[in-house]
């Protein structure tokens, strides 16, 4: 499918046409997968477009920036406005965001210290990340044979382009066997987190997921959502998680600021619970969707209008 067009990209401080945001193919970058970036929705409510977690996406992408020693050439204000500006221009009610900053055309070596740090902004339209029938029905996926990557090696806190190759795997290998998406473990057996999302499982009413120690990225919308569970009234547990304890929990599912909350159906063909959405699954997508759509109290302050 092709990705949709706007009209302008943010490219280190000018709004220029989207067909003209180009790199040369000796960039640092293209080379060593050289990039940090982050992904965000901005979502249409009844007051206008508003950007959920903005601040907190722009700090991550700077905490990024920082394990690889890479200085941004703007503040965390700049790019804010940036953001801000590029969905203006391009008149979008909902997109989604895509900040990335990389080493660009300078020297080919593995140093990247002399080359420059290229910031760009690009928005477009995006549904439903594995579909709309999944954010009822629930996706069917599998367990990876491929792992997270181990600690100290590729840092898993930063968001960085390079991390995703081993996300390419995990999700090339799902699909060509026919799921949706797959479900890597860390390299202690745990379950660590899919090739673009966290997870959760739900067992006798309490909610568990993988924490930071298990090679995962910290997601934005996973601590949406521990928030907003804790408020429900939910016990909501971070710890080691063995790959049985999803085959026999009574609810699974994914989060993500592509994937928003995504519930699983099946895991490698076994059912999980009923097979469908399950309560507390629907309860944090209610509560979710509802304050990223403007219905319900933004109690976090976690919307910035556009």
């Not at 965000?40 to 990024?64: I, N, Q």
């Not at 999803?246 to 895991?267: C, H, K, M, N």
């Amino acid at each position: 499918m092709a990705m949709p067009k706007a009209d302008k990209i943010w490219y280190n401080g000018e709004l220029i046409d989207w067909d003209d945001a180009k790199i040369h193919v000796l960039s640092h970058v293209v080379h060593y997968g050289s990039s940090v970036f982050e992904g965000m929705r901005c979502y249409d409510t009844k007051r206008g477009p508003a950007c959920f977690r903005l601040a907190d996406h722009v700090k991550r992408l700077f905490d990024s920036a920082k394990i690889y020693r890479m200085t941004i050439p703007y503040s965390q204000d700049d790019l804010t406005q940036a953001i801000l500006e590029t969905i203006q221009t391009n008149k979008l009610d909902a997109c989604y965001v895509r900040p990335i900053v990389f080493r660009g055309y300078g020297a080919l070596g593995v140093d990247p210290t002399t080359c420059p740090v290229d910031v760009v902004v690009a928005v477009w339209k995006w549904g439903a990340y594995l579909g709309e029938e999944a954010l009822e029905k629930g996706a069917s996926v599998c367990f990876s044979s491929w792992n997270r990557l181990a600690p100290n090696t590729m840092p898993s806190l930063a968001k960085v382009g390079a991390n995703y190759m081993n996300s390419q795997l995990i999700k090339m290998e799902a699909l060509a066997d026919g799921y949706a998406e797959g479900i890597a473990l860390d390299t202690q057996g745990y379950v660590s987190e899919a090739s673009g999302e966290n997870i959760f499982l739900v067992k006798n009413g309490a909610i568990y997921t993988p924490s930071t120690g298990s090679s995962i990225l910290p997601g934005i919308t996973r601590h949406s959502v521990i928030t907003l569970a804790r408020d429900l009234g939910y016990t909501v547990m971070q710890r080691p998680i063995p790959r049985e304890s999803l085959y026999i929990a009574d609810e699974v599912f994914f989060t993500g600021s592509a994937a928003e909350v995504t519930p699983i159906a099946r895991i490698d063909k076994v059912e999980i619970g009923n097979g469908a959405r399950g309560p507390v699954t629907k309860a944090l997508q209610d509560a979710f969707f509802g304050l990223v759509n403007g219905e319900s109290e933004d109690r976090h302050s976690w919307l910035t209008f556009v």
